[in-house]
């Protein structure tokens, strides 16, 4: 008898611990128990909300919702560090706007620049090699470039709550994209270490590459000429294209990511939505609707009404970074 009671409690008990493993650094609440109960559903074989493994496609935003982006898009800060360092090969930059102001550590003056100075800026730092050229110059600057307020590797300063989202949607038979403003072959050379998702599964803006023969071996070419930005509207537009497959979860945190999230959870599957909100000025950085970058103000007042999950970063994560 004994041993059969032993046997039914360990049977019962199981559930629970392997439920207590999943999101160790999520707070019991709302919205760890939100997100454990959608994934329930979804993968409970004979359930009314079951999908089958091969529709379990999740897509995440990356700054922001997978690594900080205060006080500048990790990316904006490769490029200042670029001009920075082409700046000897360049002296009209020394009177040419926004390079002036980088030169200067002006940020003020960079930002007058607007769009258009952003859109040079990125020109003059990412085009006019070839793929692997930039690929070895993105993984350089990875490997000693410092966070302005950790002073961490810049791969070390992503979320723990959000990876072990991800490691917890694998787990249940997800397959996990990134679908990001960012420059798609700035992102790719650490997605794979940073949050196990390799260079394939990311999607993201893009300039035009060429093909050409260089002492005839086969090179593709980075020329300084948009191709495809994938923010907003391209988010959606770029999901149906590299991927062909209606998402049934996505997270975001920001106005960049709304129509992300309206097209995914307005889909037949009934799609689950989650927006990470910034809210922990002393542990990472609290902002939304006046931010510079990462604007949080619309998905942010439709958010309950779509019954979007507001992740709240204070209330809701026990620990925010693993080096804390």
Known sequence: MKIILRVLLILLLAPLAAMAEDLPSWNEGKSRQAIVDFVTTVTTQGGEGFVAPE??????DNDGTLWSEQPFYFQLGFM????????????????KEPFKSILAGDLKGIAKSGEKGIVELGMATHAGMTTEAFTKIVTDWYAT????KFHKPYDEVTFLPMRELLDYLRANEFKTYIVSGGGVEFMRPITEKAYGIPPEQVIGSTIVTQYALVDDVPVLNRLPKIDFIDDGAGKPAGINKFIGRRPIFVAG??????????????????????????????????YDRESAFGKLDKALDEAEARKWLLVDMKADWKKIYTFE
């Not at 700046?87 to 009209?92: D, G, L, S």
């Not at 470039?145 to 302005?148: Q, Y």
């Open 145 to 148: 470039a410092r966070h302005p």
């Open 55 to 60: 529709d379990r496609i999740a897509v995440f």
């Open 80 to 95: 200042l560090d670029r001009v920075k360092a082409l700046a000897p090969q360049h002296p009209e930059w020394s009177e």
């Open 253 to 286: 945190n920001s106005d960049g990511d709304y129509e992300m999230l309206r097209w995914v959870t307005s889909g037949p599957q009934k799609g689950f939505g989650m927006i990470v909100h910034h809210t922990d000025a002393v542990r990472e950085f609290a």
